[in-house]
């Protein structure tokens, strides 16, 4: 495959792009990236009478992890995109498909608000998002807000915001792009990506991808469709207009790990038999969990004005959970569904050395669950209404090297269920600056004090940053510091939670020497909250790489190859057992070939390490996975 590669790929043809962001990822582009955060508003494609207006992010300071990044990670899904983050833990539930929750800034799924190019994907309720919905070769970078800012963006007031920028395929000629990667127990992923201009003003562009795995551990497999239409259409250099269409199939088993329980009262070793795919007893054998998305949204950006930024969108959303347990006499069948339609927009406006966003959005969500049971059937539903204003004023001072900037929000919630109406008012207030000393050094400040949907105590909300970088040296710290907040489960699902202060700080490092790498991530967190418990996450955390690096092949073949250790902490569960510290190491091959094809090798779990993250999932024995993402006939 690897010399058929190198064949084709001599009579590619070079494409003509909109790059939003640099290809190489030398540290010294990582940290371009990250001082930067380049405004892709401003990054115009001229092609006849095309001008193509892209999306913005939502913070220039944001942590930005691009495409370019990524594509050497062999991610498998969006989650593994945070790998590049310091202050990330994944609780993984071992087999692909799983809802594993991703905390960020030690903040879990039911505190953070996941967008895809500033639209709020979140399920309406219990305010979660899986991130196994995002089509990743959709992807072109991820954004992370500093965490002051957090709650500006969505209606709940979360504490951490993620924005998925999506790529802007906007070629000269027809694009295509095929990925397919497969691993141990059936694992596999196709994704077949299309774009094409016609009409001169018009383009199209189609992703499509399944992914799948068979039962490794009884009822753990899984399947997943994903489709993703987008028109695009260029009336002027003032005004772009977007139709898309996002669809999400997916169906995956629930085993609720293994049954721990069941392993202790039998008279065989715990251990062994714990890691026995075949012969380990689970507690749900026949749980299953089916899931529908649909998303429809009509999207204006517009440049009316050499200082201005306009982004209006209006859109639909349908979330359909269906979960059946034949053997549970209790709830044999329980639905939930909630139809979202909503109007989002955003104002940007810049005068002299004053920069001013305005962000809104109106929401209204009908919520309704059907739950069967041998005893009966229930059908509660209520509505609901939201609605969040924000804006942030900032000024650019000593030639944009040192920049202040205040932020304020208001939200409102009006709800009706069975029994009465339910209104709710909630906001915050926060500042930030950032200080560029020179090409090589900036420092990062905010402070921001604001309610939750969840919670109508105030929290604190403190993060101070900065970034090196000497020749071939890269350093990012970031500390933060969140007091009074509500962590662990949404309410509304379950009682039980508790009101937490935390701090934590992460490091990320990048050494290159000749043509070795070093890239670590490295975490630590300390916690105090209402139950004494320390959960869901470890209070230390890190993953160093060592890459050896180079262009081999007559320039032909960009290769990045070497050993990933991972460390994850001792940590405590909610009912305060302890998980042991573990450790993997992984050997990974990441080539890209002329700059069209990217060749994926990685042997994971060399010394077949047997642990698990949540009690009871273990995490994958030694295996291989391949894959290739080749584009053709472009």
């Given at each position: 495959?690897?010399?058929?590669?190198?064949?084709?790929?001599?009579?590619?043809?070079?494409?003509?792009?909109?790059?939003?962001?640099?290809?190489?990822?030398?540290?010294?582009?990582?940290?371009?990236?990250?001082?930067?955060?380049?405004?892709?508003?401003?990054?115009?494609?001229?092609?006849?009478?095309?001008?193509?207006?892209?999306?913005?992010?939502?913070?220039?300071?944001?942590?930005?992890?691009?495409?370019?990044?990524?594509?050497?990670?062999?991610?498998?899904?969006?989650?593994?995109?945070?790998?590049?983050?310091?202050?990330?833990?994944?609780?993984?539930?071992?087999?692909?498909?799983?809802?594993?929750?991703?905390?960020?800034?030690?903040?879990?799924?039911?505190?953070?608000?996941?967008?895809?190019?500033?639209?709020?994907?979140?399920?309406?309720?219990?305010?979660?998002?899986?991130?196994?919905?995002?089509?990743?070769?959709?992807?072109?970078?991820?954004?992370?807000?500093?965490?002051?800012?957090?709650?500006?963006?969505?209606?709940?007031?979360?504490?951490?915001?993620?924005?998925?920028?999506?790529?802007?395929?906007?070629?000269?000629?027809?694009?295509?792009?095929?990925?397919?990667?497969?691993?141990?127990?059936?694992?596999?992923?196709?994704?077949?990506?299309?774009?094409?201009?016609?009409?001169?003003?018009?383009?199209?562009?189609?992703?499509?991808?399944?992914?799948?795995?068979?039962?490794?551990?009884?009822?753990?497999?899984?399947?997943?469709?994903?489709?993703?239409?987008?028109?695009?259409?260029?009336?002027?250099?003032?005004?772009?207009?977007?139709?898309?269409?996002?669809?999400?199939?997916?169906?995956?088993?629930?085993?609720?790990?293994?049954?721990?329980?069941?392993?202790?009262?039998?008279?065989?070793?715990?251990?062994?038999?714990?890691?026995?795919?075949?012969?380990?007893?689970?507690?749900?054998?026949?749980?299953?969990?089916?899931?529908?998305?649909?998303?429809?949204?009509?999207?204006?950006?517009?440049?009316?004005?050499?200082?201005?930024?306009?982004?209006?969108?209006?859109?639909?959303?349908?979330?359909?959970?269906?979960?059946?347990?034949?053997?549970?006499?209790?709830?044999?069948?329980?639905?939930?569904?909630?139809?979202?339609?909503?109007?989002?927009?955003?104002?940007?406006?810049?005068?002299?050395?004053?920069?001013?966003?305005?962000?809104?959005?109106?929401?209204?969500?009908?919520?309704?669950?059907?739950?069967?049971?041998?005893?009966?059937?229930?059908?509660?539903?209520?509505?609901?209404?939201?609605?969040?204003?924000?804006?942030?004023?900032?000024?650019?001072?000593?030639?944009?090297?040192?920049?202040?900037?205040?932020?304020?929000?208001?939200?409102?919630?009006?709800?009706?269920?069975?029994?009465?109406?339910?209104?709710?008012?909630?906001?915050?207030?926060?500042?930030?600056?950032?200080?560029?000393?020179?090409?090589?050094?900036?420092?990062?400040?905010?402070?921001?004090?604001?309610?939750?949907?969840i919670s109508k105590n105030y929290i604190n909300d403190f993060e101070a940053g900065a970034k090196f970088f000497f020749e071939n040296l890269y350093l990012n710290v970031d500390y933060f510091r969140r007091n009074n907040f509500i962590n662990n489960n949404y309410p509304f699902i379950s009682n039980f939670y508790y009101i937490a202060n935390m701090h934590g700080i992460g490091i990320n490092l990048d050494y290159s020497i000749w043509k070795f790498d070093l890239e670590s991530n490295t975490s630590?967190?300390?916690?105090?909250?209402?139950?004494?418990?320390?959960?869901?996450?470890?209070?230390?955390?890190?993953?160093?790489?060592?890459?050896?690096?180079?262009i081999l092949f007559d320039s032909n073949l960009d290769l990045k190859t070497g050993f990933v250790t991972y460390y994850t902490g001792e940590s405590k569960d909610d009912l305060n057992n302890i998980i042991p510290a573990s450790t993997r190491i992984d050997f990974t091959l990441a080539g890209e070939i002329r700059k069209v094809a990217m060749v994926y090798f990685t042997w994971e779990n060399l010394l077949d390490s047997k642990y698990y993250i949540i009690p009871y999932y273990p995490m994958p024995?030694?295996?291989?996975?391949?894959?290739?993402?080749?584009?053709?006939?472009?």
């Amino acid at each position: 495959m690897f010399l058929l590669l190198l064949c084709f790929s001599t009579n590619a043809q070079t494409k003509d792009s909109l790059k939003v962001f640099a290809r190489s990822d030398s540290t010294k582009n990582k940290l371009s990236d990250s001082l930067s955060a380049k405004d892709t508003s401003k990054l115009l494609l001229k092609h006849d009478t095309v001008v193509v207006i892209t999306q913005k992010p939502f913070d220039e300071n944001s942590f930005f992890i691009n495409r370019n990044n990524f594509d050497r990670l062999d991610y498998r899904y969006a989650g593994d995109f945070f790998r590049a983050f310091s202050l990330a833990f994944t609780r993984d539930y071992g087999t692909i498909g799983q809802p594993n929750e991703t905390l960020l800034y030690g903040t879990g799924f039911y505190g953070t608000s996941f967008f895809v190019d500033g639209i709020l994907q979140n399920n309406r309720f219990p305010n979660f998002f899986d991130l196994n919905e995002i089509q990743t070769e959709s992807v072109d970078s991820v954004e992370i807000v500093p965490s002051p800012r957090g709650f500006l963006y969505g209606d709940f007031n979360n504490s951490v915001s993620v924005n998925f920028i999506s790529r802007n395929l906007f070629y000269k000629r027809p694009y295509s792009r095929i990925k397919y990667y497969q691993g141990a127990g059936g694992e596999a992923l196709v994704d077949v990506l299309f774009s094409e201009n016609f009409f001169q003003r018009f383009n199209l562009s189609l992703d499509v991808t399944n992914r799948k795995l068979d039962s490794i551990f009884t009822n753990t497999g899984f399947s997943s469709w994903q489709v993703n239409v987008n028109l695009k259409y260029f009336l002027s250099d003032k005004f772009n207009f977007i139709v898309s269409y996002n669809f999400v199939h997916s169906e995956i088993g629930l085993n609720g790990g293994v049954n721990y329980d069941s392993l202790l009262n039998s008279n065989q070793n715990v251990n062994s038999l714990l890691y026995d795919n075949i012969s380990a007893p689970v507690i749900t054998p026949f749980k299953h969990l089916n899931t529908k998305r649909h998303f429809f949204n009509l999207r204006m950006l517009g440049n009316f004005t050499n200082h201005s930024f306009t982004d209006l969108n209006i859109y639909y959303k349908f979330n359909l959970d269906q979960t059946a347990n034949p053997a549970d006499t209790l709830n044999l069948f329980n639905e939930d569904k909630n139809k979202s339609f909503g109007i989002a927009a955003r104002q940007d406006i810049s005068e002299s050395i004053f920069n001013f966003s305005l962000f809104g959005n109106y929401e209204a969500t009908d919520y309704y669950n059907r739950m069967i049971s041998y005893s009966g059937f229930s059908t509660p539903s209520f509505q609901d209404k939201l609605l969040s204003l924000s804006a942030v004023l900032s000024a650019d001072i000593l030639d944009s090297n040192f920049v202040p900037s205040v932020f304020a929000k208001y939200s409102s919630r009006n709800y009706k269920d069975e029994f009465q109406n339910h209104s709710m008012q909630y906001g915050g207030l926060g500042f930030d600056l950032t200080y560029k000393l020179n090409e090589m050094l900036k420092f990062y400040l905010g402070y921001s004090n604001y309610q939750t949907e969840i919670s109508k105590n105030y929290i604190n909300d403190f993060e101070a940053g900065a970034k090196f970088f000497f020749e071939n040296l890269y350093l990012n710290v970031d500390y933060f510091r969140r007091n009074n907040f509500i962590n662990n489960n949404y309410p509304f699902i379950s009682n039980f939670y508790y009101i937490a202060n935390m701090h934590g700080i992460g490091i990320n490092l990048d050494y290159s020497i000749w043509k070795f790498d070093l890239e670590s991530n490295t975490s630590f967190y300390r916690q105090q909250n209402s139950s004494g418990l320390f959960v869901e996450f470890p209070q230390t955390d890190f993953t160093v790489g060592i890459y050896y690096r180079d262009i081999l092949f007559d320039s032909n073949l960009d290769l990045k190859t070497g050993f990933v250790t991972y460390y994850t902490g001792e940590s405590k569960d909610d009912l305060n057992n302890i998980i042991p510290a573990s450790t993997r190491i992984d050997f990974t091959l990441a080539g890209e070939i002329r700059k069209v094809a990217m060749v994926y090798f990685t042997w994971e779990n060399l010394l077949d390490s047997k642990y698990y993250i949540i009690p009871y999932y273990p995490m994958p024995a030694r295996n291989i996975r391949f894959g290739i993402a080749w584009e053709l006939f472009n």
